[in-house]
């Protein structure tokens, strides 16, 4: 039982570790906010970068939505039409944008394709390069948020990464909730404090000084969870942005998000296994930012959290271990978090009623991702990067 015990209280810890973070944060933050770094004198050169695979359907609206920014005219979008059998590449340049075109079928992939364009583009003629989804919009101020920063060349960014069709389903409903949670609030503090943000594939922005110095090295099927894990590692600021706002098309229904959530799953467990280590023997962080980092690359996402928490207090209770009141009050401890930034969502949602009623496929949801988690292990490790589909 004393084993038992162990193993219970490790899970246990874990699950508190980003509640822990945030309480630390919170200390940092009563004494005395950071100082805000001044605009640059002129505002910084953008390359938009859209990696897309057969994305006829959407990538004339993100091009458009890119172009159309109310920004200098100080920005350039590249599609990357990476191994396409429709008209992807054609619509992107009628829309406004250049197309670098590849076919490379040995290495498929988001990861491969933007670490190909980086090669074939003059990026010493730039100060930042996005990374945006081709089923995503931006915000027409996105490009003067983020010059109103400070410089951003030695810099990263994760941009709010919002959802575009937040009434289609009860799953896109929550989604925004989620979203508001992280960004106005979860990340918002990290910010304020400064440590750093993960960076989520959509919305990242990497000062040409980073890529430079560092290069783009993340190629597993989690590219973004591995480039916060190697940035975090050597540094490297990752602040978030959430005045820049972008829209990408959430999955309207479980089939359709079944990849995806599978593939965030085994990459975040691979990136996990094999970034640990150096993350925390790493000397150019401090003890704040590495309880934070493995905060986040532990944390198994609000849902599978709670379901988590009802399995370990399920076993617990029943098979009552040495020590169970104290795993309990633990397990329990760890949910406040969670709560708090979930209620805070649905507080700043502009039918915050109607969102909260989506929550009533909570409980289908819950039974559903725990499946997908199970699944996902078998995806854990070097596996081919998949795509979702999308409407």
């Known amino acids: 039982m004393i084993v038992l015990t162990a193993l219970l209280g490790l899970l246990a810890a874990v699950l508190l570790l980003p509640t822990l973070s945030d309480l630390l944060s919170l200390f940092r933050l009563a004494r005395g906010k950071r100082s805000s770094a001044q605009p640059p004198a002129e505002p910084p050169r953008l390359l938009f970068l859209v990696p897309a695979h057969n994305e006829e359907r959407m990538i ?40 670098l075109e590849r076919n490379d079928g040995n290495l498929p992939g988001k990861p491969r394709a933007i670490a190909w364009a980086l090669t074939q583009l003059p990026l010493e003629q730039y100060d930042a390069v996005i990374i945006i989804d081709a089923d995503t919009i931006v915000d027409a101020q996105f490009g003067n948020a983020l010059a109103s920063v400070g410089p951003v060349s030695g810099r990263a960014f994760q941009a709010y990464f919002d959802v575009r069709n937040p009434h289609d389903t009860l799953l896109t409903t929550m989604a925004t909730v989620l979203a508001a949670a992280n960004y106005r609030f979860a990340y918002a503090l990290k910010r304020n404090v400064g440590l750093n943000a993960p960076l989520l594939g959509n919305g990242m922005c990497i000062g040409t000084q ?17 480039l916060y894990a190697l940035y975090t590692t050597q540094g490297v600021p990752i602040e978030s942005l959430e005045e820049a706002h972008l829209y990408a098309q959430e999955a309207r229904s479980l089939e359709q998000s079944s990849t995806q959530r ?12 094999r970034h640990l280590g150096s993350l925390l023997r ?6 704040a930012q590495k309880l934070d980092a493995v905060a986040e690359l532990t944390h198994p996402g609000p849902v599978m959290h709670l379901s988590l928490v009802m399995v370990l207090a399920g076993v617990t209770a029943i098979l009552r271990p040495p020590g169970a009141e104290w795993l309990l009050i633990v397990l329990t401890a760890s949910l406040i978090r ?15 009623l109607r969102a909260a009623g989506a929550f009533a496929l909570l409980p289908f949801y819950l039974v559903w991702r725990v499946g997908t988690a199970v699944a996902a292990l078998k995806q854990v490790g070097d596996k081919p990067w998949l795509g979702t589909a999308r409407d």
């Not at 004339?60 to 920005?75: A, F, G, I, K, T």
């Not at 965030?264 to 296994?273: C, E, I, N, P, Y």
């Not at 790493?282 to 003890?287: D, P, V, Y």
């Open 60 to 99: 004339e609206s993100c091009v458009r939505s890119l172009l159309n920014q109310q920004y200098p005219e100080r920005l350039t979008a590249v599609v990357i039409a990476d191994n396409c059998e429709d008209q992807t590449a054609g619509r992107a340049r009628r829309a406004g944008a250049q197309c």
């Open 210 to 226: 980073v890529l430079e110095r560092h290069g783009w090295k993340a190629f597993t099927i989690a590219e973004d969870w591995e």
């Open 262 to 273: 599978r593939r965030w799953t085994a990459g975040k467990v691979t990136v996990l296994w």
């Open 282 to 287: 790493s000397r150019n962080i401090g003890l």
């Open 338 to 352: 969670l709560t708090i930034y979930t209620v805070a969502g649905l507080a700043v949602q502009s039918q915050p």
